[in-house]
């Protein structure tokens, strides 16, 4: 079946502008997550979702940084006013809320985010 | 949030065994152990996942002693192919989400 995915694949923009990202989860899958990660370090955890609640967004770096999933599925993730600084590849992840142990979580491929 | 420590690099080659091994010292009572491994230019993909003892796969071997304070993900005969960074992470999953720490992760390079 089809897996996470998320567009566009590459955003280029100016520092000051408004973008979004958009993150399409595995059908079903109750969790998802988004996570921002630079050249040679690991995903950097912003925000998870369960269902259309945000359930721990205290990785979103400031508010200049929202999401939202207002049906449950898709996921949308805004940053206004761009710097510099938020260059990076943005995760996009869900995961089934089944109550086990092993929930692990499906990735999509990213979105390469570059603020000139 | 536990923590968690791992070599930055290993080095192997072509058929050999390789042993990653992850400190977690303040792991909790309802923490599980995850590894994920990824690729460049690609999201990370779950490898296995454990709470004590042994678990194996098709892909991996998790070893967790007693104290759960460290683990070890073992890749038999790695193959060139296996080259990427290895993420050990600790939390409960089993409320569906938890705010999940990757570290810098462990670069294994595997040479021909």
């Known amino acids: 079946g089809a897996g996470v995915s998320q567009t566009p694949s590459n955003k280029v923009t100016e520092k000051g502008k408004y973008v979004e990202l958009r993150c399409d989860p595995i059908?079903?899958?109750?969790?998802l997550y988004w996570y921002r990660q630079s050249l040679g370090q690991g995903p950097e955890f912003l925000i998870y979702?369960?269902?259309?609640?945000?359930?721990?967004d205290s990785g979103l770096p400031n508010d200049r940084f929202f999401a939202v999933r207002p049906e449950g599925s898709v996921s949308t993730l805004k940053i206004q006013r761009t710097e510099r600084g938020d260059s990076a590849v943005y995760l996009c992840?869900?995961?089934?809320?089944?109550?086990?142990?092993?929930?692990?979580?499906?990735f999509g491929p990213g979105t390469r985010l570059t603020v000139l | 949030l536990a923590k968690t420590t791992q070599p930055i690099s290993m080095d192997s080659y072509e058929g050999q065994e390789v042993n990653i091994t992850c400190s977690h010292n303040?792991?909790?009572?309802?923490?599980?152990i995850t590894w994920y491994q990824q690729f460049p230019s690609q999201g990370p993909r779950f490898i296995i996942q454990?709470?004590?003892t042994k678990v194996t796969n098709e892909v991996a071997s998790l070893f967790i002693p007693a104290d759960r304070k460290s683990s070890t993900l073992s890749l038999p005969r790695v193959s060139l192919s296996d080259t990427a960074v290895y993420y050990c992470?600790?939390?409960?999953?089993?409320?569906?989400?938890?705010?999940?720490?990757f570290g810098a992760g462990t670069r294994l390079f595997v040479k021909a």
């Open positions: 992840a869900s995961s089934p809320l089944s109550g086990r142990a092993n929930n692990e979580q499906f």
């Open positions: 059908s079903g899958h109750t969790a």
């Open positions: 979702f369960q269902g259309t609640g945000a359930a721990d």
């Open positions: 303040n792991i909790a009572t309802n923490d599980y």
């Open positions: 454990g709470y004590k």
């Open positions: 992470l600790v939390g409960d999953p089993r409320g569906g989400g938890f705010k999940t720490i």
